[in-house]
């Protein structure tokens, strides 16, 4: 516990805002740190949030006036990373990659970061529904 809060603390710039969360999470079945959560916090709160609002919602003052409205991040429906309605969910390479080129025809930037600050977008994805906090099925090999 003294760790954990010590690394929060350590590294107060990326808690972002918001109480800064120092235990780790199980998304999609896979344990994410508490490190690669505040990391894509603070990430979100400089690229998405302006767009995909403070919780995720889809609602963000830049969101209006888009060929479509930001998605609400907290369904856990990814359309176009999946290429499918719903019924699963993506890969985090699948959300890597929709977040590097974006959904430019319906008015989402592409976004050129490195790898690790994707990831961390990724996991803060994720981490904004809670349908990823239920172990997915996975279909068998
Ligand atoms: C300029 C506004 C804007 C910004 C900034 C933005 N988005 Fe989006 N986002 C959108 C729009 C519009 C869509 C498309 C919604 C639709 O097709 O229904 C979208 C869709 C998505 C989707 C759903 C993809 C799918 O499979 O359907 C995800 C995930 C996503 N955004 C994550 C992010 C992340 C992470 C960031 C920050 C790195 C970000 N967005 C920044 C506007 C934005």
């Not at 979100?44 to 888009?66: F, I």
């Not at 991040?73 to 959300?95: F, I, K």
């Amino acid at each position: 516990m003294g760790i954990t809060i010590g690394l929060c603390a350590a590294t107060l710039a990326a808690c972002g805002e918001g109480p800064p969360r120092a235990e780790p999470v199980r998304l999609g079945g896979e344990e994410i740190s508490a490190e690669r959560i505040e990391r894509g916090r603070f990430a979100y709160g400089r690229y998405c949030r302006r767009c995909h609002g403070p919780t995720g919602r889809g609602d963000g003052p830049h969101g209006v006036g888009l060929p479509a409205r930001p998605r609400d991040l907290t369904t856990g429906v990814y359309p176009q990373a999946t290429g499918g309605h719903g019924e699963r969910l993506p890969s985090d390479a699948e959300l890597a990659s929709l977040i590097r080129r974006g959904v430019p025809e319906r008015g989402m930037p592409a976004f050129d970061l490195d790898a690790v600050e994707i990831d961390a977008l990724v996991q803060y994805s994720k981490f904004l529904s809670a349908r990823w906090r239920i172990p997915p099925r996975r279909a068998s090999p």
